[in-house]
């Protein structure tokens, strides 16, 4: 099995150079009918019924059985398209799932659930997303995949290509990032060859039986002019945003330039708004040493700006009487769903319910049994920030006191 490991580089769009694709290919369904005539057909009784059902109905619309060159076709099919696609995507799932049917290494889709449609395609119907790769690695990667379905359905071949493929889509109603694993089935796709298959010599063969594949000589050895790859490919994403994200903050967290540099921590906000998926809240970091109190961010804002105006430094004594003592008292993260209904507001609250801030968590940072700071989220809606996020606060916690220490 081969495993392709890349770089962290700058992000590039999951369709980039798509066009470059040496090969010749076309939709078809084809391979899902067969899947309908020799695996459903066949087999219980009930099933079966349905089956000849649906393969009556392919056979009063005979262009879905051939290369399919306009999309129209499929289009004004799409009752039976989606009684096909019932051998695919569970209809119980397609509400929740995001899974797409695909032109083959196009990355267009023709068929989508709702949450794909919606998340991660265009209105071209070109998958959406980023990478973090370079655009040569893509193209590479195209062409490893198709030589491993290449070998494998023309040679008997199963060489495996293995890529961690992690996207990021921007959420139309939030603007946060999302991340998404993409998982690709090729199952559905057919190799056809034009004449002779090459032949391949015995030491490229132990090569591959190595897992070792190398897109430039398989170029030499395989022409893509040689083959034409017929059907579809099912991609299926599967959200990975929370470990995506703690991962990012774990990795930004490690420079402790991270937290004082403005436009780093605005970068760093975001991170934690896209975990939360509260795009509108504001973070804050302070250290204590003693009984002094660093402010060294909060949000976009200057730190003088923050509590109290025009200093970062204060006594904790300032905080007499206000959620920052108590959380700290307490040493847990203090929820405050509505500044309003707060009693007995202190000086802090009665400056953040004045900036417009209605809701709040403010959370001891403890590194080796001591409060060295406190980590603090503010948001302008009443009742967006509450105990549901205890879980995800929880888990960065420990990471933020490690960068104040």
Known sequence: MSEL???ESAQVAVTTKVDEFPFRTELSLAPLIRY?????????SVLASVARTVLDQ??????????????????????LLRALMVAV?????????????????????????????????????????????????LVNVRMLHAYSLILLRVYGIDVGVEYPWVSSVK?????????FKFLVNRRFLDVDVVGEPPALTE??????GAGILDPAALLAVLPPDKFVIRGFSIIKAVEVTEQEVLSAIERELIDKESIV????????????????????????????????ILTLNFGSRDARGCIFAGSTHHRVSDFAGSVYERAAQERRPLFVEDLEAWPKRSRAEEWLLAEGYRSLVVAPLIYQDAIIGSLKLASA????????????????????????K
């Open 171 to 179: 959420d139309p109603d939030t603007g946060l990032d999302r991340y």
């Open 381 to 404: 809606k009443p009742g967006s920030l509450n105990l549901t996020l205890m879980p995800h606060l929880q888990q960065i916690l420990p990471l933020f006191a490690m960068a104040v």
């Open 36 to 44: 309908w005539e020799h695996e459903v057909a066949e087999g219980c």
């Open 5 to 7: 490991q890349v770089p």
């Open 58 to 79: 392919v056979a009063r619309a005979p262009e879905l059985a051939g290369p399919v060159t306009d999309l129209t076709a499929v289009r004004v099919h799409d009752d």
């Open 261 to 292: 540099s403005t436009e780093r921590f605005r970068g760093l906000q975001d991170k934690v708004r896209a975990l939360l998926r509260r795009p509108e809240i504001d973070l804050g970091l302070a250290a204590i040493e003693g009984d002094r």
């Open 89 to 137: 995507f569970s209809p119980a799932a397609e509400d929740d799932g995001y899974a797409a049917a695909l032109l083959p290494f196009r990355l267009r889709t023709f068929f989508a659930t709702p949450g794909f449609a919606r998340l991660l395609t265009g209105g071209d119907g070109f998958v959406l997303g980023r990478v973090d790769v370079d655009a040569d690695v």
């Open 203 to 208: 030491a490229l063969r132990q090569r591959l």
